[in-house]
């Protein structure tokens, strides 16, 4: 079945510099690819998506990549901040209905 | 708008006893999900449905967990009974099924089963 792996499951930062977390899936027909935040004790919120036709894609700090061929897509932070220390969910979808998350990455964020 | 509303916010029950969480999605939108969260197992999809009709449940662990949409503004998932292995917080989420694929979560429900 379809299926979207994330790595790492944690990661550690300095505050000021970059957070990379990687996903690959598996379904070729996923056309959607979003990302969510989710703080403690908080509900999982967009930050960021992008569609298969486009390669990348950046709001500010934060970036997405995609790579259609090899099924891989990552999440960029450059310029950390303690507050972007959060579960950063991937995932891959058909296009409004069916999404499968990645398992999360906790992303710490050290002053 | 009010965003997705859940209710309750909070569930503590005992063991066996019925369950039914509720959710009301956006206005407009006609996709509806429902998730557990749990540390060992992430963020799992349960069932969703569009325009009120369930499209699949094969995420559903048991025959214990049941889920309905009677109309466009409101979904329960019910267990019954319950077991302290269905201790979670659990999400609904909406979207609009034509639109990019956002999906919009509810706070959540936190059940803790004793």
């Known amino acids: 079945g379809e299926n979207v792996e994330q790595h790492p499951s944690t990661l550690s930062v300095q505050e000021g510099d970059s957070a990379v977390i990687k996903c690959t899936y598996s379904d070729s027909a996923s056309n959607y690819f979003p990302w969510y935040k989710q703080e403690l004790g908080k509900r999982p919120q967009l930050i960021i998506d992008?569609?298969?036709?486009?390669g990348e894609k950046k709001d500010q700090r934060i970036a997405v990549t995609l790579n259609k061929t090899a099924k891989h897509f990552s999440l960029h932070i450059t310029e950390t901040q303690p507050e972007d220390s959060a579960v950063y969910f991937c995932a891959a979808s058909t296009g409004g209905f069916k999404t499968i998350f990645g398992a999360g990455t906790r992303l710490f964020v050290k002053a | 708008d009010a965003g997705v509303i859940q209710s309750p916010r909070h569930e503590v029950t005992e063991m066996g006893q019925e369950v039914t969480l509720r959710c009301k999605p956006i206005s407009g939108h006609n996709s509806l999900f429902w998730y557990r969260q749990t540390m060992m197992r992430g963020l799992e999809l349960l069932i969703y449905?569009?325009?009120?009709?369930?499209?699949?449940d094969s995420g559903m662990p048991e025959d214990r967990f049941s889920a309905k949409m009677p109309n466009a503004s409101f979904s329960t998932l019910k267990i019954q009974p319950s077991e302290p292995r269905d201790s979670a917080v659990y999400f609904c989420?909406?979207?609009?099924?034509?639109?990019?694929?956002?999906?919009?979560f509810g706070p959540g429900t936190r059940l803790t089963v004793t």
């Open positions: 992008i569609r298969s036709n486009v």
């Open positions: 989420a909406s979207s609009l099924a034509r639109g990019l694929g956002e999906q919009y």
């Open positions: 449905f569009n325009n009120n009709v369930p499209i699949d």
